[in-house]
């Protein structure tokens, strides 16, 4: 692949890319987060941003919308030099990012988060006048939102939505979306993807990060690959397939694990009988759910996101607490122990939420690394924290889960989302956990560090370890999990053997279909 | 056509850190000596006037640091609430109370050995102001009350109070109608250095400083401090009592700024009296935040304000009004506050092209 050969085929060769980026170069301390990148974009296209994590994806996106300011190199927006300021200014431009934390205000209406804060509002608002015009702006990319409704009450992938018309109203040419998918439902990311082909068609262009291989296959004109910083790779879609994408990113082949093996009979760990846990708003998220965990074994929870999963995990943690049911491990009831005791006892929890729950922002990742063993004696001399001991503790746990940081005394921001995800899981299977719950910990995560989460999951497995698993994607289930149990509106509707099921049964029960003879 | 516009800087660059206040003292001086020379004065003189009186003699420096010694402990009790992210406001409340508890023992056991009287006075400082930053701390724990208003509606009641005590049951009745109590027995005083008013509390901030410093960075309780102030869900999920912390540092920040309320009666104005606190709870807030919360960085903030105050009280003294030297202060506390924002954001021309 020649980088030098931009689009001849599809784009006509007199068209100007709308965005060109050259010999940008942005240093992070101790990191090269961009290293001399170029990168265009031509109107229409949907263009791809693969790279392993800490590629520096978020990084050039982020100064494509005015975010952070590079080093050096410059920017072109239809032929035009500009230098951003802040990223209004990038707005001002056509440029627009919505990051994988939504910035809505949640109490405000659908219409009033997109037509707020444009500028366009004197002193007063019609309510009506801005439902309209909201309105009319949904029906033209075939965004189905509800102007009127509150945020608040919207799901992620309308609040995705939400944003989206945000960055349209403001009259987005440039569409940047970072991990736009991995809080999608598969129906959601459909959707998005219609509203995506759509705005190609009327000559937006959209760039898309993503892990995800098969979106790329689907969705993608064009893509460009990062690797530590630089680019090594960019082709049109039709001269790529997966395998070649992952070699690009990793430049090695990925294995993907066989997680296939004769069936052990582990003895029974947790046993977990008409549990009822209530939401954040006071709903019942986790309804009558019963059942048992085994040693050496990976139970999945397939399901929509937001089907009582979360509240499940939580409560089998201690964080949340149990209306009713009981929660037995190895035939002892724990519903009314704390966290501090069910870590002792060997239950370890990776939250969905890395940073804010599973990790402390701005803290440093020598901070972070005690913050599920803080108490304990090891890392203290006499009163105080024996900072040596803590870190050489965190040096080994980078070193052993791999974990990409250039210096351990760097607050927990600096970290990419993959290698958040590795130190964050490390961290709790360091605990030596005999129940290990993980919501979600592939999410984010590129191919190669995903496989290294999974070859890590399987190894606690084999070591014995009960692991209950919160997982998206279903093909992943089938490859790593033995059984797998489906939530369907706070409800386990059925609990199958992965060898006795197909991903099409899993599928129709996640949605809700009736089922027969339960 | 170029602009200005304010930039929000990616890092602080240390650089700015050392400029920006530098900078901000020198355009507050330069903005005090144009008001000045307008209202009639030799702004020379004045000024001249104001730093020897806060910084220009040993007896100077000696009345700065009495100014500056309730600041610090104030500060240094409020930074531990704010590392929470808990507002107290309420420091000067705190401070009265503690100041009426001190009294309370310094005019009861009067004669006792200073020995006693001293430490015992101090822990009823402490614990009435805990008291007062209990109350709203526990609010807030258990039932999710913003502890700004509590902690803000808290000082009226205190301060009330101690004008109820000074103007009538504990009134002094030599005192010939001013609201005081009766001095305290010299046992009840604390003790100074050499002839100067430089009393024990210096000492005690220092200890609290340094105490702070390591509790928070280096004990367990300290990580959990930490640990909550940036993320009470984290704290959760790491098996922490977040309500009972919350507390807990309401406590004891309520109680140290009750000890600089023990340390203004016990070791200058040896008497509790109405108007005690000049609003040190407040000022003590700016110097915190100045100071971001660090403990010793609070320390010379403080000084640095208590020359302020000191060196206004020099210029009146040779005849400048007192509003004069409010609104010079004023000005220096302006400039500071502006340059932090100097600090976070950056002014550049920015050209605009025609559309
Ligand atoms: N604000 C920052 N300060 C210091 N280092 C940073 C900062 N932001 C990113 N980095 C570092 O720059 C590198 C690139 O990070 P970036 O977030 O762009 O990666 P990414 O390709 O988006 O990865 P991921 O797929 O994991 O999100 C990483 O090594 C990261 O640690
Ligand atoms: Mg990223």
Avoid at chain 1, 26 to 43: E, H, L, M, W
Avoid at chain 1, 227 to 233: L, N, T
Avoid at chain 1, 254 to 264: M, N, P, W
Wanted: aromatic share 8%; charged share 20%; proline share 3%.
């Amino acid at each position: 692949m020649k980088a030098a050969l931009y689009h001849e085929g599809v784009v006509n060769l007199k068209q100007i890319p709308v965005i060109e980026m050259k010999g940008i170069n942005k240093r992070f301390p101790g990191v090269i987060a961009n290293d001399n990148i170029s990168f265009r974009v031509y109107p229409g296209e949907i263009h791809a941003l693969l790279g392993e994590n800490g590629a520096g994806k978020s990084t050039l996106m982020s100064i494509l919308a005015g975010l952070y300011r590079p080093d050096s190199g410059t920017i072109k927006v239809q032929g035009k030099v500009v230098r951003f300021h802040s990223p209004r200014q990038a707005l001002e431009e056509g440029i627009g990012m919505i990051y994988q934390h939504f910035r809505l205000v949640n109490n405000f209406t659908v219409a009033e988060n997109v037509v707020l804060g444009s500028g366009n509002i004197n002193w007063s608002i019609n309510h009506e006048l801005i439902e309209k015009e909201t309105q009319r702006i949904s029906q033209n990319y075939g965004l189905k939102i509800n102007p009127a409704a509150r945020v608040h009450q919207l799901s992620l992938g309308e609040q995705q939505r939400v944003e989206i018309l945000k960055m349209l109203y403001r009259g987005c040419d440039i569409l940047i979306m970072d991990e736009p998918t991995t809080v999608l439902t598969p129906g959601e990311v459909k959707e998005l993807f219609q509203v995506l082909r759509m705005m190609s068609r009327q000559g937006k262009s959209v760039v898309l990060i993503t892990h995800k291989l098969n979106e790329v296959m689907e969705i993608a004109d064009y893509v460009t690959v990062l690797r530590r910083g630089r680019v090594v790779g960019d082709d049109r879609i039709e001269n790529l397939d997966e395998g070649l994408l992952t070699r690009m990113m990793v430049a090695r082949e990925v294995i993907h694990s066989q997680a296939r093996r004769d069936k052990q009979d582990g003895s029974m760990i947790l046993n977990i009988n008409n549990l009822e846990v209530k939401g954040d708003r006071g709903n019942t998220a986790v309804n009558n759910v019963s059942f048992d965990l085994h040693q050496g074994e990976i139970l999945a929870i397939a399901g929509v996101a937001g089907n009582g999963q979360k509240e499940l995990v939580e409560a089998l943690a201690g964080l949340r607490g149990v209306v009713s049911g009981s929660v037995k491990y190895e035939g002892e009831e724990i519903k009314n122990h704390n966290v501090k005791s069910r870590i002792a006892s060997g239950i370890n929890m990776v939250p969905e939420d890395r940073i804010g729950m599973g990790l402390v922002p701005n803290l440093s990742v020598i901070d972070n690394s005690i913050l599920r063993s803080y108490y304990k004696e090891e890392f203290y001399s006499g009163w105080l924290l024996n900072y040596k001991r803590v870190r050489s503790y965190t040096d080994r746990i980078i070193k052993e889960y791999d974990v990409f940081i250039s210096d351990s005394r760097h607050p927990i921001n600096y970290l990419s989302g993959g290698n958040l995800q590795k130190l964050l899981l490390g961290r709790e299977i360091d605990q030596g956990p005999r129940v290990l719950l993980a919501a979600y910990p592939v999410r984010g995560l590129d191919v190669a560090a995903a496989e290294g989460v999974y070859d890590l999951l399987l190894k606690e497995r084999d070591k014995g370890t009960a692991i209950l698993l919160v997982l998206e994607d279903l093909d992943d289930i089938f490859r790593i999990a033995d059984r797998v149990a489906v939530m369907y509106q706070g409800c386990i509707r059925k609990i199958l053997d992965v060898e006795k099921t197909s991903i099409d049964e899993i599928g129709s029960i996640m949605v809700g279909a009736e089922l027969t003879g339960v | 056509m170029p602009k200005l516009k304010l930039i929000k800087r990616e890092n602080e660059s240390t650089m700015a850190r050392l400029v920006v206040p530098v900078l901000s003292i020198i355009m507050a001086f330069g903005c005090g000596w144009i008001f000045l020379a307008l209202s009639g004065y030799y702004p020379e003189v004045v000024f001249t006037k104001m730093f020897n009186g806060a910084l220009g003699s040993p007896y100077a420096i000696s009345e700065t640091i009495v100014k500056a010694v309730p600041l610090m402990i104030t500060g240094l009790a409020i930074s531990l609430a704010f590392k929470m992210k808990l507002w107290n406001i309420g420091a000067e409340g705190q401070i009265y109370m503690g100041a009426f508890a001190a009294s309370g023992i310094a005019l009861a056991l009067g004669n006792g050995s200073p020995y006693i009287l001293i430490p015992l006075m101090m822990i009823a400082g402490f614990a009435a102001g805990a008291l007062w930053g209990l109350i709203p701390g526990l609010l807030k724990a258990y039932w999710q009350v913003n502890e700004t208003i509590i902690t803000l509606m808290l000082n009226y009641i205190a301060i009330y109070w101690v004008d109820y005590l000074v103007f009538g049951p504990w009134k002094d009745p030599n005192s010939m109608g001013f609201p005081l109590t009766p001095i305290f027995s010299p046992a009840a005083q604390l003790p100074t250095w050499g002839d100067s008013r430089v009393h024990l509390g210096l000492v005690l901030a220092g200890i609290i400083a340094i105490s702070f410093y390591l509790i928070v960075q280096y004990t367990r309780w300290g990580y959990e401090v930490r640990v909550i102030g940036e993320s009470s869900q984290a704290a959760r999920y790491a098996g922490m009592n977040v309500a009972r912390n919350i507390m807990l540092v309401m406590l004891i920040s309520g109680g140290i700024a009750g000890i600089a309320g023990m340390v203004e009666v016990a070791g200058i104005t040896h008497r509790l009296q109405q108007g005690l606190s000049p609003g040190y709870g407040y000022t003590a807030i700016i110097v915190t935040w100045l100071a971001r919360l660090n403990p010793f960085v609070i320390i010379i903030v403080a000084f640095l304000f208590g020359a302020l105050l000191v060196g206004g009280f020099a210029v009146q003294i040779v005849g400048v009004s007192f509003s004069i030297t409010q609104i010079l202060q004023g000005t220096i506390l302006f400039f500071l506050l502006a340059g932090e924002i100097f600090l976070r954001y950056k002014l550049v021309l920015v050209r605009e092209e025609a559309d």
